[in-house]
């Protein structure tokens, strides 16, 4: 991808997601607009607002990321490339707050159920929030100093948190698959390497059909 390419792209959630921190990495001179929902990343795109979308698609313990594969085949967009995140949390609170003030530590459904271990260990309540880093910009607006956020680092520095512990996910594999989406077909050149591509189609409700559909691919060898 072109890392010196401008404009804006879209991505769902508060300002310090790990949408944005996948943003920064492959277009680091884009301007990143954080939307309330998915719905809106792609109602964004498709009036223009922005050039560009980072869409989550699938995490290696979350499983796929369930709203995008229904709204994905009626945007009438492309899938233009990937990015795939190492996705680490961190434990950050107001500034002054020490570990044994927390009483309560809020994030997204996800990120609390990879970071159980901690947790557990402190005896903490955990709070489902909106997301990783309105969470972070939930606990900087609170003002209280027994509540803590689970949030990619980056969400830290936005809101002005102090960081009490890093990388405290359970799992070191945990990675997110991105997809960039856009309103313009952008094919690959021949001879530029190994070519992925995600298509969709709909099979009749027969015994087999799936099968017989995806049979030709096994027959010559595409991965799947």
Same mark, same amino acid.
């Given at each position: 991808m072109n890392k010196a390419r401008t404009g804006k792209i879209g991505f769902q959630g508060a300002r310090g997601a790990n949408s944005e921190i996948a943003i920064r990495e492959v277009f680091p001179m884009m301007e990143a607009v954080p939307c309330d929902t998915? $719905?809106?990343?792609?109602?964004?795109? #498709?009036?223009?607002?922005?050039? &560009?979308?980072?869409?989550?698609? $699938?995490?290696?313990? #979350?499983?796929?990321?369930?709203?995008?594969?229904?709204?994905?085949p009626a945007s009438g967009t492309f899938i233009i490339g990937e990015h795939f995140l190492p996705i680490h949390f961190d434990l950050m609170v107001l500034p002054g707050v020490k570990i044994e003030d927390i009483k309560t530590v809020y994030s997204h459904v996800h990120a609390l159920g990879q970071c159980r271990k901690i947790i557990r260990q402190h005896g903490w309540k955990a709070v489902v929030g909106g997301d990783t880093a309105g969470s972070?910009?939930?606990?900087? $607006?609170?003002?209280?100093?027994?509540i803590a956020a689970l949030a990619p #680092?980056?969400? #830290?520095?936005?809101?002005?948190?102090?960081?009490?512990?890093?990388?405290? $996910?359970d799992a070191d594999h945990n990675t997110t698959r991105f997809v960039i989406l856009s309103n313009e077909q952008k094919w690959a050149k021949q001879?530029?390497?190994?070519?992925?591509?995600?298509? &969709?189609?709909q099979v009749r409700n027969l015994p087999a059909a799936l099968y017989k559909a995806m049979g030709g691919f096994a027959t010559n060898g595409v991965n799947m």
């Open positions: 998915f $719905e809106d990343v792609f109602n964004a795109l #498709a009036a223009g607002s922005v050039d &560009l979308a980072m869409i989550p698609i $699938e995490n290696t313990l #979350a499983g796929r990321v369930a709203d995008i594969h229904h709204l994905l972070a910009k939930f606990v900087s $607006e609170q003002g209280d100093r027994t #680092a980056l969400a #830290a520095d936005i809101y002005g948190l102090d960081t009490l512990a890093r990388n405290v $996910e001879g530029d390497g190994p070519v992925m591509t995600t298509f &969709l189609f």
